[in-house]
């Protein structure tokens, strides 16, 4: 199982950023994907999860409104699309599936 994500970088707060995840190594349509984060000197948290046809979406309250995940079996990516940027979104965001993590990738917001 192979979870690799991209996409972070500096974002200015208010701006916008699109993480993905590209998987391999397992059937990926018949697996929820989530995505946590975890900002410095703070424990990971969930951050959202897609269902398996894409049709189930759940977020944390503090990102409703302004995240959106989506995905894409055929090409075994999910995204997570992240406007109105807050610093407190500050953070290593990781793809999950069951027990498997990716390496993570960073999202800082500052002006």
């Known amino acids: 199982v192979q979870l690799v994500e991209s996409g972070g970088g500096l974002a200015q707060p208010g701006g916008s950023l699109t993480l993905s995840c590209v998987a391999s190594?397992?059937?990926?349509?018949?697996?929820?994907i989530s995505w946590y984060r975890q900002a410095p000197g703070k424990e990971r948290e969930w951050v959202a999860t897609?269902?398996?046809?894409?049709?189930?979406?759940t977020y944390v309250d503090s990102v409703k409104g302004r995240f959106t995940m989506s995905r894409d079996n055929a090409k075994k990516t999910v995204w997570l699309q992240m406007n109105n940027l807050k610093p407190e979104d500050t953070a290593k965001y990781y793809c999950?599936?069951?027990?498997?993590w990716g390496q993570g990738t960073l999202v800082t917001v500052s002006s």
């Open positions: 999950y599936r069951r027990g498997y």
């Open positions: 190594g397992f059937t990926f349509s018949m697996s929820d």
């Open positions: 897609i269902g398996r046809q894409g049709n189930s979406k």
